[in-house]
């Protein structure tokens, strides 16, 4: 597999919104997509992305936040940032640069009810997912001045 059919999604905290993305997109690409998140000041995975993917049969309970410094950019076609309203990171490399600004669904505002959050994780779960359908020819094809991959 080349660089041209791998994805970095990047967000701060690579907690919710990159580790939901790259979760869907392994299940949506399978072995076609190699796929990797991280942030530039990772935490952990947070409890609500886990609930909501598992409502959708995806398992993040394996899956760490991880920092876009331990990320080689030879191994990265594609780079799609996510940060809406914070600071996305920066990643070096030659890949292909996409941003999808989605609202992140995490807030310390501890007055919201669990009925709350999760309508704000399911939304975010249901715009990731969308955009990977609609960019899964673009994702797929090879980057102009590549060779083609075949798909095997």
């Given at each position: 597999?080349?660089?041209?059919?791998?994805?970095?999604?990047?967000?701060?905290?690579?907690?919710?919104?990159?580790?939901?993305?790259?979760?869907?997109?392994?299940?949506?690409?399978?072995?076609?997509?190699?796929?990797?998140?991280?942030?530039?000041?990772?935490?952990?995975?947070?409890?609500?992305?886990?609930?909501?993917?598992?409502?959708?049969?995806?398992?993040?309970?394996?899956?760490?936040?991880?920092?876009?410094?331990?990320?080689?950019?030879?191994?990265?076609?594609?780079?799609?940032?996510?940060?809406?309203?914070?600071?996305?990171?920066?990643?070096?490399?030659?890949?292909?640069?996409?941003?999808?600004?989605?609202?992140?669904?995490?807030?310390?505002?501890?007055?919201?009810?669990?009925?709350?959050?999760?309508k704000r994780f399911r939304a975010?779960?249901?715009?990731?997912?969308?955009k990977l359908e609609e960019a899964?020819?673009?994702?797929?094809?090879?980057?102009?001045?590549?060779?083609?991959?075949?798909?095997?």
């Amino acid at each position: 597999m080349t660089t041209d059919a791998t994805i970095l999604f990047l967000c701060v905290a690579n907690s919710a919104r990159s580790q939901m993305a790259e979760g869907l997109a392994r299940e949506l690409f399978g072995s076609r997509i190699a796929v990797q998140s991280a942030g530039s000041e990772p935490s952990l995975v947070n409890p609500y992305a886990i609930e909501v993917m598992r409502e959708v049969g995806v398992d993040l309970t394996t899956h760490h936040s991880k920092s876009v410094q331990t990320i080689d950019p030879a191994t990265v076609g594609t780079v799609i940032t996510l940060c809406a309203e914070e600071v996305c990171p920066a990643f070096l490399g030659k890949a292909r640069r996409l941003h999808w600004p989605i609202e992140d669904p995490a807030t310390k505002d501890t007055s919201l009810p669990r009925e709350e959050m999760l309508k704000r994780f399911r939304a975010a779960r249901d715009e990731i997912r969308r955009k990977l359908e609609e960019a899964e020819a673009l994702l797929l094809a090879p980057q102009p001045g590549t060779a083609p991959t075949t798909k095997g």
